[in-house]
């Protein structure tokens, strides 16, 4: 046992980095003997020494783009996101004019850090389709001062164009009641939705990690957490993301419904306590916070347009931040860790094929061209569809 103690923090900075799948095993193995808190330190320990590590090796590293951007934005007197005056509305309306979708290019978030295109909105064009207007649009910012190597990219969603939807993982999150047991989870995006599959990526947290509420359609997998932040669809078509106290009272509205911690952002302004050193709302590491993958789902304050962050060697405070300059005005985070964020965008495996296979959004993330489609998730995930 004293082995054991000493012994997991190393070797999960060992794993962490280079086996992304091996990290979660021996945690989740660990978790049987040691249980979820003992295992959770041990976890902010070895993250801790990585960042460490990496901050000794990589400080003189100069910020990367992940693509190529035709202009570099000039700089700006002031880099952070204003938002308008004015109440915000709780969820998006009905979804019924079509215009062309654009987002207005960003400043970079800090003067002193940024890579050349940084805010600049790529359009990500609908391989079926090229010649319509592209109904999604992806950019890069960097928002650590202290790492260079920290990023956090982007994709913005014309929701009057996409649908969103989720998927229970074929294991988690685990249900806690009993009516879920006859849910039947197949862990893939259903057939009849991947003619028209745009793009997917990750859920939520494990039911072990905070016992977060979700439900699909008539069926309650997790009860709600009254401080949850909360994903939510409607029947008019609208999306909200919202503490659940402010949605409770339409929940015979959803169709379905995804809790995370709580909001890291809503109503423009940042969660209570996110940026503050030793928060473990978010997770954190020995040294105020863990710096980790993270993945984050937000909203337009019209609520006409979908943002999802996944950011590398990021706190919840920098993704936070990230998202809030990107036009979100409210904000959830989604899943952490190296295995799990990932957003993949979808096309023909070859010209003509029926057969999907997926590209990454980022060279760093850990998935397979048939995640979802071919290969079952273990956990929940989005997936968006086109509207025609």
């Known amino acids: 046992m004293v082995l054991l103690l000493a012994g997991l923090p190393l070797a999960l900075w060992l794993a962490i980095p280079r086996v992304p799948w091996l990290g979660p095993m021996i945690a989740d193995n ?49 880099f952070s996101a204003v938002a308008p005056s004015g109440p915000a509305p709780s969820s998006s309306g009905p979804l019924t004019a079509i215009s062309p979708f654009r987002p207005a290019d960003l ?21 079926l389709h090229p010649d319509r207007p592209a109904p999604a649009f992806k950019t890069l910012l960097h928002p650590d001062l202290d790492r260079p190597w920290s990023t956090v990219a982007i994709v913005a969603l014309d929701l009057h164009r996409v649908r969103l939807t989720i998927v229970p993982g074929r294991e988690d999150p685990k249900a806690t009641l009993a009516e879920a047991a006859l849910l039947t989870r197949t862990g893939l995006i259903p057939a009849a939705d991947q003619p028209s599959l745009l793009a997917a990526f990750n859920g939520g947290f494990k039911t072990i990690h905070g016992t977060l509420g ?145 590209q990454p959004l980022t060279p760093w993330m850990s998935c397979e061209p048939d995640d979802y489609v071919r290969r079952p998730s273990r956990r929940d995930f989005f997936y968006l569809t086109r509207m025609d």
């Open 107 to 127: 400043p970079p978030m800090h003067r002193a850090m940024f890579a050349r295109g940084d805010g600049i909105w790529v359009p990500s064009a609908d391989p």
């Open 214 to 358: 979700m439900a699909v359609g008539p069926t309650t997998l997790i009860p709600p957490q009254k401080w949850g932040c909360t994903i939510a669809a409607y029947r008019d078509g609208s999306l909200a993301i919202r503490s659940w106290t402010e949605l409770a009272a339409t929940r015979d509205d959803m169709l379905w419904w995804r809790q995370t911690p709580t909001c890291v952002v809503e109503l423009g302004e940042l969660g209570a306590g996110v940026t503050a050193e030793g928060n473990i709302n978010w997770g954190m590491s020995v040294e105020g916070s863990t710096i980790i993958r993270r993945s984050a789902i937000g909203l337009s304050r019209d609520g006409a347009v979908l943002f999802v962050g996944m950011g590398d060697a990021t706190s919840a405070g920098s993704m936070a931040q990230a998202m809030k300059h990107a036009g979100a005005w409210n904000v959830a985070q989604l899943d952490v860790n190296t295995p799990y964020p990932k957003f993949l965008f979808f096309a023909p495996s070859a010209p003509g094929s029926a057969e999907l296979a997926g």
């Open 30 to 78: 660990a978790r049987s003997i040691l249980g979820p808190a003992a295992v959770g330190r041990m976890e902010d320990i070895a993250y801790g020494i990585d960042d460490w590590w990496t901050r000794l090796w990589r400080s003189g590293d100069a910020p990367q783009s992940y693509w190529s951007v035709a202009q570099q934005p000039a700089p700006a007197s002031s």
